[in-house]
């Protein structure tokens, strides 16, 4: 069953980035992205852009990272849902997927980014190694069709 894992944001907070995030029950979703949640490449360098509202990451690849021996858990890595029932590869450009009342349409990979390595298991020691096991397996951006409500275990139904 396709289905929200668990819903993350994090605060706009000086002097921080936008990780780990940290889980919520349920979060208004609007064009401009999670209720409650901030993130200074999104907003700031990359202007608002719709196509990056959200981030969506399935709990699959976090278990493939887990077994090739890093430690992360949902959210760490910035995404705003962590789903199940959809691998990273099964997931493309254009595909539309209803999760509660929203609607978000996947629009573009993520790439990883030097700002992991601020998660406590990484360090700066290895970020480089980090990134390249995370190529390809960084999750999807998406942009908000239908804005509403998200809560913890909502299913996600592709549409068309």
């Known amino acids: 069953m396709e289905k929200i894992v668990q819903i993350n944001v994090k605060p706009k907070t000086p002097s921080e980035h936008g990780l780990p995030k940290t889980p919520v029950c349920s979060v208004v979703l609007s064009k401009s992205g999670l209720e409650g949640d901030y993130n200074n490449f999104?907003?700031?360098?990359?202007?608002?852009?719709?196509?990056?509202?959200?981030?969506?990451?399935?709990?699959?690849?976090?278990?493939?990272?887990?077994?090739?021996?890093?430690?992360?858990?949902?959210?760490?890595?910035?995404?705003?849902f962590t789903i199940k029932g959809i691998p990273h590869l099964k997931l493309s450009p254009s595909q539309k997927y209803q999760i509660g009342e929203c609607i978000i349409e996947i629009s573009l990979e993520c790439d990883p980014c030097q700002n992991l390595s601020i998660l406590p298991y990484i360090g700066e020691l290895k970020i480089k190694e980090f990134i390249k096991s995370l190529m390809h397996r960084r999750g999807w951006y998406a942009r908000v069709i239908k804005e509403g409500i998200v809560k913890q275990n909502s299913l996600v139904k592709q549409i068309q």
């Open 42 to 80: 999104r907003t700031i360098k990359k202007n608002r852009n719709p196509d990056m509202a959200v981030l969506v990451y399935p709990i699959e690849t976090i278990h493939e990272l887990n077994n090739e021996g890093w430690p992360i858990k949902p959210g760490d890595l910035g995404e705003n």
